[in-house]
Nanobody, 125 residues
Framework: QVQLVESGGGLVQAGGSLRLSCAAS????????MGWFRQAPGKEREFVAA????????RYADAVKGRFTIARDNPKNMVYLQMSSLKPEDTAVFYC??????????????????WGQGTQVTVSS
């Protein structure tokens, strides 16, 4: 079992920044691919970013590339999503997810087995 708890969401003006955090506990954290997804009202959950177990390899959705940065701190069992130049269309509930079965970075939500409860990010115009 893996438990994931997100934090750091909130209300921010367009152009602003936020850093989301995801605290992981349970099974060994350092050998898992971690990802961030988001879901806006009335829309399907979509991929945001993923990071390899070592933290060396990252992958981003086109919509956030150049604005968001995913990082991890394995000794602290933490994953982060630094978000800058935020836009109103970034408004969503952001979820942290863990894939314990693969080494590749999937953008498909069903490939992740464990999920946090989500944290709300609201960007005002």
């Amino acid at each position: 079992q893996v438990q994931l708890v997100e934090s750091g969401g909130g209300l921010v003006q367009a152009g602003g920044s936020l850093r989301l955090s995801c605290a992981a506990s349970g099974r060994t954290f350092s050998n898992k691919v971690m990802g961030w997804f988001r879901q806006a009202p009335g829309k399907e959950r979509e991929f945001v970013a993923a990071i390899s177990a070592s933290g060396v390899i990252t992958r981003y959705a086109d919509a956030v590339k150049g604005r968001f940065t995913i990082a991890r701190d394995n000794p602290k069992n933490m994953v982060y999503l630094q978000m800058s130049s935020l836009k109103p269309e970034d408004t969503a509930v952001f979820y942290c997810a863990a894939d314990v079965t693969r080494a590749t970075l999937s953008s498909i939500s069903s490939m992740y087995q464990y999920w946090g409860q989500g944290t709300q990010v609201t960007v005002s115009s």
